[in-house]
């Protein structure tokens, strides 16, 4: 049971506590007073849930945090949950036990990551979690009536969910998940699973019949092999005895091309010996002339130098004398006798020195220029002189340069070069041209040649006889044969692949198949299970909706003869996949929709009381009802009042029922036999609550 409900600063609570007995609490007060929030903080201390928009809803305008606390007890055990949000959204949580006047905490926080929830602890103490406390112990406002307003399948899904059966949901769901993991782990074990079973069973006989199919072409295919592989045996011992005589035959080709490559190289090189010597010869004759006069030549060179350095000095002595005579003839110009007296010391003279007289210079001028232009050309003669002995001296250099590249000291030695080069012009001549008929006259050319010849003989006799087409047949005919056995290979090792694969399938399908019939029952027995244990609409499920709802007819029936109605009797019973409720007087059966207002109220508590009994009504033995008086008379609204004060001491355990019930209907309370009253009034500072 609730023992006691604290508020701080919790929607339009400032500081409100209550206390709580057992039998009926009634809340009572104008609509927006504050009455509903109990239930919000009931459940948001419990389980951090509430039926408003947000966590931070919750705080009371113009605070920065609030809380909710809620004490109870279970078993006779004490319990207290607080949970606390401030303004910025954040939850502090706590849970605790009361053990002689002190305080033991059990959990703290909502940190589910590490194995750490309140509310998980709470839902085990009170055996139920949000959801089911919502449907057997709180009916909201407008929803006492609505039970009777649903249709038949929502009817039945509410059924469902308040006896468990949608927990076989989940197990469904579960057992789903179970077989489908099983069937995965047995795809990956044995690679098939119990769907494959039909299949694996027409592989086998496949495989079977391709099998019996294989093994008499194999026996073929082997024989076909091992005569084939006989008669290439026997021909490749064949081959192998002239194989070298085919290596000879090569070898002596190869001597043939050898003498006759070698004698044209022969040749080549006697040819060539021959042009090398025909063109120092060219070279060389002549260079000894040229050479005998070298000396001679050089000896000129130096008398022409000379000259050349005699007429340099006596043109320039020359023309020293010019530069002088030109002088004089100035002066002499300027000299002249007047009365016969000196026109330098004015003595008595007849006549001027020769050298100051200028027809005298005159002459002298004349005289020296003859002389210069005679030894001009006497130096331009010994420069040609010079020109044509030294290109001739070049001449005489480049001869004995010649000489000596050749190697060639006198005459006697190049007339020798002119025997030996008739010489071999004479011996090439007598060279046959290179053919395969005259290798004996090549052979002659040197003792190189006659041994390349004594080898093509020796050859030939160890070849004679041989028959090359005949051999070349042998080969082809080899090669055919093994081509065909290279196919035979593919295809018997084709047929062993195919016997082999089908043998290990064989193996592999018959021992699937052995496990995958076991497999196949345990599935069988996995989807009976499933089918009618966990199926909501197979046996178990039905069996447990049937007792459900013959509980909740007799126990909602007891209840409402009680409130004073003519309805003696209601039966709920399951029809397809609908439940209808039936109402029964003593003398008729009504329907719903016959009854009026406060009867259909009536018959709805009575039917959420029996829900709540088959619920056990959780483990604090807790029914909130919210505004139930709602379309009620006022005499069925007394009776209603009565009727709960009478339930709360009715149970079906040890601790009895109670009831909190909100309002707004103060007077049907009046002389009542509730245990207590609270009035919720609006305030400027909040909820104000007067127990009455």
Known sequence: MITSIELGDFLSHSETKLGFENGV??????????????????????????????????????????????EFEVNEKQYQAVRKIDSKGTLAAKLSEKINGEIKEIAAGERKQFGESMTHEV????????????????????????IIKAKPKEFKELLN??????????????????????????RQDIGYDDSHLELLVRDLEKNQTDLEEARPKKDQLTQEHKKLLQEITNLRKKIDEDATKIDKIKQLELRKHELQSYAIEAVREIQQEIAENERKIRDCEGCFQDVGIKKD?????????????????????????????????????????????????????????????????????????????????????????????????????????????????????????????????????????????????????????????????????????????????????????????????????????IISKNENQIKIIQKAIIELKIVKEYMEQLDSIQSNIFSRDGPVATSLRSWALNTISTKSSEYLTLLNTKIQRIQLSEKARDISITCHSK?????????????????????RLGMAKLLGASNLNLMILDEPTTHLDAERKKSLVEVLAQLSNISNSETPM?????????????????????????????TLVTAL
Not at 302 to 309: F, M, N, P, S, T
Not at 374 to 380: G, L
Not at 659 to 681: G, L, M, P
């Open 297 to 497: 030549l050089e000896s000129k060179i130096g008398k022409v130098e000379l000259a050349l350095d005699g007429a340099y000095k006596k043109i320039q002595d020359l023309s020293n004398k010019v530069a002088s005579l030109k002088e004089k003839q100035i002066l002499a110009g300027k000299l002249q006798l007047k009365d016969n007296k000196c026109p330098v010391c004015d003595s008595e003279v007849e006549k001027l020195n020769p050298l100051f007289q200028e027809e005298h210079l005159r002459e002298e001028l004349v005289s020296i220029k003859e002389q210069m232009d005679s030894t001009t050309k006497e130096q331009e003669m010994y420069n040609k002189k010079k020109v044509e002995f030294k290109q001739k001296l070049q001449n005489a250099r480049d001869a004995e340069a010649t000489l000596k590249a050749h190697s060639i000291r006198n005459e006697e030695e190049l007339k020798k070069i002119k025997e030996e080069i008739q010489v071999k012009k004479t011996n090439v001549q007598k060279i046959p041209a290179t053919t395969k008929d005259n290798l004996l006259e090549i052979a002659q050319i040197d003792s190189h040649a006659k041994i390349i010849f004594e080898n093509i003989l020796k050859l030939e006799v160890e070849t004679k006889g041989f028959d090359e087409n005949e051999f070349v047949h042998l080969k082809n005919s080899i090669n055919e044969k093994q081509t065909k056995l290279s196919q035979l290979d593919q295809m018997l090792g084709g047929i062993m692949e």
């Open 25 to 70: 609490t009634v809340f009572v007060g104008h609509n927006g007073a504050g009455k509903s929030s109990i239930i919000d903080a009931l459940t948001f201390a419990l389980f951090g849930q509430h039926t408003r928009k947000s966590n931070k809803g919750l705080i009371k305008r113009g605070s920065t945090q609030g809380f909710s606390k809620v």
């Open 161 to 186: 969910a308040i006896i468990g059966i949608d927990k076989l949901d989940v197990a469904s769901n579960s057992m789903k998940e179970v077989i489908k993991d099983f069937r995965e782990k047995i």
């Open 123 to 146: 839902e085990k103490i009170i055996g139920l979690d949000f959801e089911k406390l919502k449907i057997a112990s709180i009916v909201q406002q407008g929803e006492l009536n609505s």
């Open 587 to 607: 003398k008729e059966t009504l329907d719903l929709e016959s009854l009026s207002g406060g009867e259909q109220v009536s018959v709805a508590l009575a039917l």
């Open 658 to 686: 109670q009831f909190i019930i909100i309002t707004h209907d103060t007077e049907i309370f009046e002389d009542s036999s509730v245990e207590k009253i609270y009035k919720f009034e609006s305030a400027e500072k909040g």
